[in-house]
């Protein structure tokens, strides 16, 4: 079964530096998500992205962030200047079209950010 | 805006016996979905079950089944026969107007042999 790949599972970085975390989805998906899941805490949305641009983003998703779709398969998130609050699992997500709210969104099993 | 609210922090149940997990939801939007979705201790997110807000039946996939009571706002899970796997964190989610899911607070759910 066609599954949402990110990269790395774990990453590592010193505070203040820049991160670019990685997803492919699902070939045929079309709509792309970014959540994250500060540890033991909901998951909260981030972005979405549709037709190469956002079409979506919370309150969460300020100057520091960014997406991109840089070819016909990668969908990622950079985060710059990072801070100590932006250690937290980082899920990407992609759906099929939709008609409805009939379609879910299929996770990647996520990067796992801790901040130094 | 979209809110889910799940009540019960935490659940033991025996092997082999069937559990119910609550989940209640308030949305002004009259079309919505309802998405259930189990976060093992390894982390990932798979999707289990989805109830669509015009849905006249409750849905079911497998051991899953969606209690679906709309004027309640209420779209509780049924895990029937328990199994040691089923152990895991579960959230239910919201996706209304927009396309972002709006996620609960989770149940964590501990089966017993």
């Known amino acids: 079964e066609p599954e949402v790949t990110q990269t790395p599972s774990h990453q590592v970085t010193q505070m203040g530096q820049e991160v670019i975390l990685r997803c492919v989805p699902i070939?045929?998906?079309?709509?792309f998500y970014w959540y994250r899941q500060i540890l033991g805490q909901k998951v909260e949305f981030l972005v979405s992205?549709?037709?190469?641009?956002?079409?979506?983003k919370s309150e969460i998703f300020d100057d520091q962030f960014s997406v991109e779709r840089p070819d016909g398969s990668n969908f990622t998130l950079k985060i710059r200047s990072t801070k100590l609050e932006d250690s937290a699992m980082y899920f990407c997500?992609?759906?099929?079209?939709?008609?409805?709210?009939?379609?879910?969104?299929?996770f990647g099993d996520g990067t796992r950010l801790s901040i130094l | 805006a979209q809110k889910i609210t799940q009540t019960q922090p935490g659940m033991f149940v025996q092997e082999k016996e069937a559990v119910t997990l609550d989940c209640t939801y308030d949305?002004?939007?009259?079309?919505?979905?309802l998405f259930w979705y189990k976060q093992p201790s390894s982390g990932e997110m798979i999707f289990l079950i989805y109830?669509?807000?015009?849905?006249?039946q409750n849905a079911t996939e497998g051991r899953y089944s969606l209690n679906f009571q709309k004027a309640r706002k209420s779209a509780n899970l049924v895990i029937s026969a328990s199994q040691l796997g089923d152990s895991a964190m579960y959230f239910c989610?919201?996706?209304?107007?927009?396309?972002?899911?709006?996620f609960g607070g989770g149940t964590r759910v501990l089966v017993k042999p």
């Open positions: 989610a919201i996706e209304a107007a927009g396309n972002k899911l709006t």
């Open positions: 992205f549709y037709n190469n641009e956002i079409s979506e």
């Open positions: 070939s045929n998906h079309l709509y």
């Open positions: 109830q669509g807000s015009y849905d006249q």
């Open positions: 949305t002004s939007d009259p079309s919505y979905g």
């Open positions: 997500a992609s759906s099929v079209p939709r008609t409805g709210y009939n379609q879910p969104q299929h």
